[in-house]
């Protein structure tokens, strides 16, 4: 065996190769220092280890990536390897034998090696071998220009390291120093060597490693050796660089649309703005278009979705949807936010595939703000408008054109004080003329005394809300107004209304032992005591308050409403305890919050104006009691509850629960139920016929049955009106090198609980992949969700 060691200039040749392919999507295997390997993904870890078996059992004869090696001069030198050596002085040299080049992570073998030293050109025949940190590259024989970096083999196959693509070519071209790689009669799989379950054959493929791209030219693509596609010109990045051109269709059927396709077609613009266009065709409503706009410019990035239905086969009408979201920052000070949709209908979510918005929205937001922040303050200029998708004007909110608001705080280094005000001048319009409209000014001053330790708190807080108000309305509608609110308004009202809150919490730690194991036990009670006086505020109008929901955290807020409009009068001790357990690694296994109010004397201010005018403030009554707990038994089995009961009252007003267990194959399983007393406005009249309860059990399931086998299903049932919401079933198949995978949902969209009059969308959807190319249909991997209850943890149930 001969060794040389020499220096010349030998081939970018290696790099450029393994830019000839597409970019691959399976797992990634990274070579770590101490030589073992390592899988790369970005799965959950249950799916991350059912992925990295699947590709070892499919491809384990697929070389790991080898880290990349400092550059240096002793790992840029060149051995080489042979059985025998003649050099020809001033002509060539001559390798035969075993020949290997090695430089650094690149390596090349042949049977023969030849040397031109005069033209500097390298030939190789006979089991050429090209391998580098990324890929091998075998051929029959190799001609090489060591000085221009062009280059030729012929019969050439090709592996990426660490990824499942593999190919051949009948010729492969390296020009312009391996910026340009023609390859010809090519084809590119990621199936294991041997299954030829998809592979895609062109005459050619013209590589440009400068405009990182690629053109195919009569491209097929052949799944079980039957051609499903023919393309006679294509073109395709070859990096993660954007590039215009056909995206994968998708396709399903269901009862409300029908069959349906879609094409989506990518405009890559500019480098700072870009377009999606997707036809889509429905058989039973026609064509609709949708348009995705993308704009990144200057710190400002936003994006624009228009939509448009031609003439609905169902409904005789044209349907459409705009919809603009921006965010940007002029500087470190000054941001705009933006997010506005429209849509031409009510029904439009519930028909349609919207790409804005969800299927069971109500309420569409049309907001716009200029915020400038400082370390110590925030101003803000805010328009607020709403779209109400039902057919009354009532329920309509007041727009909000325009909100002018300050914020501002002070806290001083030499003593325990802090002090701030709040400030806002808001406009109120409202599209029904019989509505009233106003303008709100209010300012909030507040000095707070905080005292922190790590063993407790304690904070005593006093506020000044001040707010005049000026109403316009109508005298005939006074009392009796289209939102249904029977207050006697005023032209003007000044409000004012000092609140005072005493806040307190000790913080209690234990060492314990449970069943032989070591434990950190908590015990933090609080106390708060709240005094807002009465003042009676049936003259003001209802502009953006609303009832806020109790929690646990609620227990100790000094408002019951949100927004301005009503500053409800208590006076109030809250008590509550929160103990928690944690394990030696601090991981909370247990959580228990339980707590609740007492108050001397009765409210007066309500949403509703005033009926009982003889309150007693001698009577002690309480709130509900408010009890939470999350339970981490196990790394399986979760479970969460939260209970709101009224005592005086005997009552249940709110509960919700949920117990999943999680396999270590990765299977899920949970069960949750949430239940509602009264979800109906306070504004409601006594002898609404709707139905404002919600009592309803739920189930979700993702069982990965094996490495290849992977099911979904959910099921919601409406235990008040006996009804199914919504349920969901979908399997998925895997194999080394494609995917398919059958889903089935059936959905409630409409009820009516006084005629039991229901409608359900159902139907099913397809989606194939091929690994490497794409898929035929949508989020092939979100079985677990593919439902419009989506999937929650316990421990995020409330988030």
Not at 25 to 38: F, K
Not at 464 to 476: E, G, I, K, V
Not at 535 to 551: H, P
Not at 633 to 643: C, E, G, I, K
């Amino acid at each position: 065996m001969t060794k040389w060691i020499v220096k010349m200039r030998l081939f970018t040749l290696f790099t450029t190769l393994s830019g000839v392919v597409l970019s691959a999507s399976a797992a990634t295997i990274i070579t770590n220092e101490d030589g073992t390997s390592t899988a790369i993904d970005d799965m959950t870890a249950a799916s991350e280890l059912a992925e990295l078996t699947l590709f070892k059992q499919c491809y384990p004869y697929v070389p790991a990536i080898k880290p990349a090696i400092e550059d240096t001069k002793a790992a840029n030198e060149i051995q080489l390897l042979s059985n025998s050596a003649k050099v020809e002085q001033g002509s060539k040299a001559i390798f035969t034998g075993d020949v290997n080049f090695t430089q650094g992570n690149r390596e090349l073998s042949a049977d023969e090696i030849i040397l031109y030293q005069l033209t500097n050109i390298l030939t190789a025949e006979g089991n050429v071998i090209l391998e580098d940190s990324a890929s091998t590259v075998k051929g029959r024989t190799l001609k090489a220009n060591l000085d221009t970096k062009d280059a030729e083999l012929s019969q050439v196959n090709y592996l990426l390291h660490g990824q499942a693509g593999n190919g051949e070519a009948k010729k492969v071209y390296i020009t312009n120093g391996g910026d340009n790689i023609l390859m010809q009669r090519s084809s590119y799989s990621e199936c294991p060597f041997g299954d030829n379950s998809w592979v895609l054959r062109a005459s050619s493929i013209d590589v440009d490693n400068v405009e990182e791209s690629a053109e195919a030219y009569n491209a097929t693509l052949y799944f079980k050796d039957v051609p499903i596609f023919y393309m006679p010109y294509f073109t395709y990045p070859t990096t993660d660089k954007r590039k215009t051109g056909l995206l994968f269709p998708s396709f399903e059927n269901s009862l409300e649309n029908g069959v349906t396709f879609s094409q989506p077609v990518y405009w890559n613009i500019a480098p700072n703005y870009d377009m999606e266009i997707i036809p889509t065709f429905m058989s039973k409503r026609g064509l609709h278009l949708t348009n995705k706009f993308r704009y990144l410019v200057d710190g400002q990035q936003g994006k624009v979705n228009v939509e448009y239905l031609n003439n609905d086969k169902k409904t005789k009408t044209d349907r459409s949807l705009y919809h603009w979201s921006h965010n940007g920052n002029f500087n470190e000070h000054l941001n705009f936010n933006a997010n506005y949709t429209q849509v031409s209908d009510n029904d439009y979510f519930s028909d349609l595939n919207a790409s804005a918005g969800s299927r069971d929205s109500n309420t569409l937001l049309r907001t716009a703000a200029l915020t400038y922040n400082t370390d110590m303050t925030s101003s803000q200029f805010e328009v607020r408008d709403f779209q109400i998708l039902t057919d009354s004007t009532s329920s309509t909110p007041h727009k909000v054109l325009p909100k002018i608001a300050f914020t501002g705080y002070q806290q001083f280094d030499d003593n325990p004080i802090e002090m701030s005000v709040y400030s806002e001048i808001t406009n109120f319009s409202h599209s029904d003329k019989n509505m009233y409209s106003g303008i709100r000014t209010h300012i909030e001053p507040e000095i707070s005394f905080p005292y922190k330790r790590p063993a407790g708190f304690a904070v005593a807080e006093f506020k000044l809300p001040m707010t005049y108000y000026s109403q316009t309305f109508n005298d005939s509608d006074n009392g009796g107004f289209a939102n249904g609110y029977k207050g006697e308004l005023e032209e003007e009202v000044v409000r004012v209304i000092p609140t005072a809150r005493l806040h307190a919490g000790l913080n209690f730690e234990r060492s314990t032992s449970w069943f032989g194991n070591a434990f950190t036990q908590t015990l933090e009670p609080q106390v708060q005591y709240l005094y807002i006086p009465y003042k009676n505020q049936d003259n003001i109008g209802i502009y953006d308050s609303s009832t806020i929901q109790q929690d646990f955290l609620g227990l100790y807020r000094d408002r019951i409403y949100s927004g301005l409009d009503r500053i409800a009068d208590t006076n109030q001790f809250t008590v509550g305890l929160t103990s928690r357990v944690f394990d030696e690694i601090g991981s909370e296994r247990f959580r228990l919050a339980l707590g609740q109010i007492v108050y001397f004397g009765d409210s007066q201010v309500g949403i509703a104006p005033e009926t009982d005018t003889t309150t007693d403030n001698s009577e002690v009554t309480t709130s509900s009691i408010v009890l939470e707990t999350d339970i981490k038994v196990s790394d399986n089995l979760f479970f969460n509850n939260s209970v709101e009961y009224a005592v005086q009252d005997d009552l249940v007003r709110r509960t919700d629960a949920a117990i999943e267990y999680r396999f270590d194959r990765g299977q899920r399983v949970q069960l949750n139920y949430r239940y509602i007393e009264n979800t109906a406005s306070i504004l409601e009249d006594e002898n609404s016929s709707i139905n404002s309860k919600i009592n309803q059990i739920g189930s979700k399931f993702i069982l990965p049955i094996n490495h290849q086998w992977d099911m979904g299903a959910s099921y919601y049932y409406d235990v008040e009106n006996q009804i199914t919401q919504d349920a969901f079933i979908g399997i998925k198949y895997e194999s080394c090198c494609w995917a398919v995978r059958l889903d089935y949902g059936y959905r409630l969209k409409n009820y009516d609980s006084n005629t039991d009059k229901h409608d359900y969308d159902r139907g099913p959807t397809l989606m194939f992949e091929l690994k490497g190319l794409g898929g035929i249909g949508t989020d092939m991997n979100n079985i677990g969700s593919s439902s419009l209850f989506t999937y929650g943890e316990p421990f995020q149930l409330r988030e």
